[in-house]
């Protein structure tokens, strides 16, 4: 690779990074390895060519394009806590990734996400992904600094909604949801 390939892939993966919280290549790879897949059938769950999701990985392409996707990805993190924690076995992991796999998406802000807790609400974690994947799909997260910068001085509130959600960290965002909560 040379140095210009480099430094694509280094601005992509970055790009991710503000996106998605992190390198799709390190999200994909724990998701693999949290629900016991591999990567044929992580794209196929996904709904993804085999060299699309290999391309995501390798920072080859910056961003999944296909906003159902990304809800996919969201409910194959949720689920991987899920199992990650006891409160699912393996065997409802697997028919659980099978109605990811069916899912069109939908927006849990409208009531028609896929991943709820036992009571049928949606989880915070799940609510808060919703946020960030809205807002940073409509603006790159420095995009998202500038307007929070700009209303700073009027708005503090709102330009620290913008900061966290828009260019944060999910577990700040979650904290944050959660201190808002009455």
Do not use: C
């Given at each position: 690779?040379d140095a210009?390939?480099?430094d694509a892939t280094a601005?992509?993966?970055?790009l991710?990074r ?6 799709l290549g390190?999200?994909?790879r ?7 897949l591999?990567?044929a ?5 996904l709904?993804?060519?085999?060299p699309?999701l290999s391309?995501l ?6 961003k999944?394009?296909?906003?159902a ?5 969201q ?5 991987a806590?899920q199992v990650?924690?006891?409160?699912i076995s393996?065997?409802?992991a697997t028919a659980r990734m099978?109605?990811?796999?069916k899912?069109?998406g ?5 009531g028609?996400g896929?991943?709820?807790?036992s009571?049928g609400a ?9 946020i ?10 420095g ?15 709102l330009?620290e909604?913008l900061?966290?959600?828009?260019a944060?960290r999910?577990?700040e965002?979650?904290?944050h949801?959660?201190?808002h909560?009455?």
């Amino acid at each position: 690779m040379d140095a210009a390939q480099q430094d694509a892939t280094a601005r992509a993966r970055e790009l991710q990074r503000s996106w998605y919280g992190e390198p799709l290549g390190a999200l994909f790879r724990r998701l693999i390895d949290d629900l016991g897949l591999n990567q044929a059938r992580l794209a196929a769950v996904l709904g993804l060519s085999a060299p699309m999701l290999s391309q995501l990985m390798s920072g080859q392409r910056a961003k999944i394009g296909n906003p159902a996707v990304v809800q996919r990805v969201q409910a194959l993190q949720e689920l991987a806590s899920q199992v990650a924690d006891g409160s699912i076995s393996a065997a409802e992991a697997t028919a659980r990734m099978d109605e990811i796999k069916k899912s069109q998406g939908g927006s849990v802000l409208t009531g028609t996400g896929q991943t709820t807790t036992s009571s049928g609400a949606p989880t915070v974690r799940r609510v808060v992904r919703e946020i960030q994947s809205l807002l940073r799909s409509v603006a790159a997260a420095g995009d998202i600094i500038d307007a929070a910068d700009s209303l700073a001085p009027t708005h503090p509130e709102l330009a620290e909604f913008l900061r966290v959600y828009g260019a944060g960290r999910t577990a700040e965002a979650v904290a944050h949801y959660e201190s808002h909560q009455s």
